[in-house]
């Protein structure tokens, strides 16, 4: 098992920044790719930005040049520093565990518990 827990969240005006933080404790063994997804009242879960072990880097197309993903050796702390946030980018933000091939994310069923991101002025 892996737990995992966000924090950084808030109330940030249009423009402005953030800085999410995930912690990862438990079987971390088994991880090697941490990622941040997020999920807009109304609409589905959504993967934001991804990071491997080895510092791979990738992100959605609707918030690539804004946000960066990073982390300490991807296995137990991983960031997401937010800039230039927009209106549609509020949303509950969620922290996973997962694992990286094929040239894919795939997400292990290990969740925060959520952080909630509101950008509005």
């Known amino acids: 098992q892996v737990q995992l827990v966000e924090s950084g969240g808030g109330l940030v005006q249009p423009g402005g920044s953030l800085r999410l933080s995930c912690a990862a404790s438990?079987?971390?063994?088994?991880?090697?790719?941490m990622g941040w997804y997020r999920q807009a009242p109304g609409k589905q879960r959504e993967l934001v930005a991804t990071?491997?072990?080895?510092?791979?880097?990738n992100y959605a197309d609707s918030v690539k040049g804004r946000f960066t993903i990073s982390g300490v050796n991807a296995k137990n702390e991983a960031y997401l520093q937010m800039n230039s946030l927009k209106a549609e980018d509020t949303a509950v933000y969620y922290c996973n565990a997962g694992t990286y091939y094929s040239n894919s994310y795939h997400p292990y069923p290990y969740w925060g518990q959520g952080t909630q991101v509101t950008v509005s002025s």
């Open positions: 990071i491997t072990s080895g510092g791979t880097t």
């Open positions: 438990g079987s971390i063994f088994s991880i090697d790719a």
